[in-house]
């Protein structure tokens, strides 16, 4: 099966910087999302990330190093709206997502 | 941009009786639908595959004639869960995109449904 690791918690004050890194193992690799999830809410999108590399998205960005099944997304200038479940998810040789179990940012003023 | 929307948004159930969760994908053609579920504090857990107008493909461990999953058209799957129990509350959310192999190409998640068998 799949394996897709991140930390459970992260907690950060508001103007602050907040790494989450995801690190997977998976049976074959066509990209890395991350997604950005509110309680009782649907995922919605943040990034993707096929090759190595740096992908920037205004106070969003995202690492991927396919060599060591790595990826973080960088979290710049936190506001209060960013306290939510981020979501790393690989999509494997068959297309189909796997979802790490999610980590929950607080951001505290 | 692309939309997906579910309905209903949350049902409760008696035990023993049939549900059905309509997603639709309202401004693109779906080739491809996904069903997952999310229990509390846990993550989202592919449940099935389906492509219009073919069998849905389950995962492992997912009873297919528990959750009966439609696909009849490009714009529109449904999933039934029959003779629902408690255990089967939970979040459901599905996910639509245009073409399953385009490396480039996202899922667009629907707003999910609650479901609460009591």
């Known amino acids: 099966g799949q394996n897709i690791d991140q930390p459970t918690e992260m907690t950060a004050t508001e103007g602050a910087i907040v790494q989450i890194n995801c690190t997977y193992q998976t049976s074959g690799f066509n990209g890395l999302f991350w997604y950005q999830q509110h309680a009782g809410e649907a995922p919605t999108f943040l990034s993707y990330n096929v090759l190595d590399g740096l992908e920037e998205k205004g106070r969003f960005s995202s690492f991927l190093s396919r060599s060591i099944g790595y990826s973080y997304l960088l979290l710049k200038e936190l506001q209060m709206k960013d306290s939510a479940s981020y979501l790393c998810a690989v999509r494997d040789g068959d297309y189909k997502l796997s979802f790490g179990a999610g980590t929950t940012v607080t951001v505290r003023a | 941009g692309a939309v997906v929307s579910q309905h209903p948004s949350w049902v409760i159930c008696k035990s023993g009786t049939s549900v059905k969760i309509e997603c639709r994908s309202l401004d693109f053609q779906a080739t491809t639908m996904f069903w997952y579920r999310q229990f509390p504090k846990q993550s989202l857990m592919l449940m099935a595959t389906s492509n219009e107008g073919s069998k849905a493909t389950y995962e492992q461990g997912v009873e297919k004639d528990k959750f009966l999953i439609n696909h009849a058209s490009l714009t529109l799957s449904t999933l039934t869960v029959t003779s629902a129990h408690p255990e089967d509350s939970s979040f459901y959310i599905c996910?639509?995109?245009?073409?399953?192999?385009?490396?480039?190409?996202?899922?667009?998640f629907g707003p999910g449904t609650r479901l609460t068998v009591l």
């Open positions: 996910s639509a995109s245009e073409t399953s192999e385009d490396l480039y190409n996202e899922q667009f």
